[in-house]
């Protein structure tokens, strides 16, 4: 089992420009999030899903889009990159609401 | 704000010695989950303790919880160099779905 994946690992954009991150989790969660985490900070969530075709929002959505048509695949879109997104976003899944989340390794984002 | 508070933001101590660090929140919870976050890392679990529940072992790990003053404390005992990492604490508020989490607390083992 790999887990929950997250492609890629880093990535350089220039304001303005757009990007998907995926995440991919092969343990059949229906439950999965995506974070960002700032330096010094906790992490905090921006949208998360409850199960294919389904999407909410978090704490922090603004500037932010997701997908998940697929059970095992949730996308994190940015469509107008601001530097103020320059951060580690971290994808999670969960197999029953509010339990235990497994998280990827991470993805990289610098806007300039 | 966050709704989990972490105390201290860092804690050094030597090989061998016992790590305490506090987590405080502020609304009702149904469980309060640990973490642990190597440098460049993904978070990892590593214990979930309900708001029924007082306190849990796992390995070298114990963790309690007190629903009246709103806080937990994760000990680890014996700590080895590996231990290096940020711990953060999250929770599930009561009748809640989402999993808020604390600043974390960075903690250095020295050899």
């Known amino acids: 089992n790999a887990g929950v994946t997250q492609t890629p690992k880093f990535r350089v954009l220039k304001t303005g420009q757009s990007m998907t991150l995926l995440c991919a989790q092969d343990m059949n969660h229906e439950y999965m999030y995506w974070y960002r985490q700032d330096p010094g900070m906790g992490l905090r969530l921006i949208h998360y899903?409850?199960?294919?075709?389904?999407?909410a929002k978090g704490e922090v959505p603004d500037g932010y889009n997701v997908s998940r048509l697929k059970k095992q695949n949730f996308l994190l879109g940015l469509e107008s990159a601001a530097p103020s997104q320059t951060s580690v976003y971290f994808c999670?899944?969960?197999?029953?609401?509010?339990?235990?989340?497994?998280f990827g390794p991470g993805t990289r984002l610098l806007v300039l | 704000s966050q709704q989990g508070e972490e105390d201290p933001q860092a804690l050094s101590i030597q090989e061998g010695e016992n790590a305490t660090m506090n987590c405080s929140y502020k609304t009702s919870i149904n469980n309060l989950q640990w973490y642990r976050q190597n440098s460049g890392r993904g978070l990892v679990h590593l214990i979930l303790?309900?708001?029924?529940?007082r306190e849990k072992h796992s390995g070298r790990l114990r963790v309690t919880l007190d629903t009246s003053k709103k806080s937990s404390s994760l000990l680890i005992t014996a700590s080895r160099a590996a231990d290096t990492a940020s711990y953060f604490c999250a929770m599930i508020k009561a009748a809640g779905n989402k999993l808020t989490f604390g600043g974390g607390t960075r903690v250095l083992v020295k050899p």
């Open positions: 899903s409850v199960g294919e075709g389904t999407t």
């Open positions: 999670a899944s969960s197999y029953v609401r509010g339990e235990t989340q497994y």
């Open positions: 303790i309900r708001s029924n529940e």
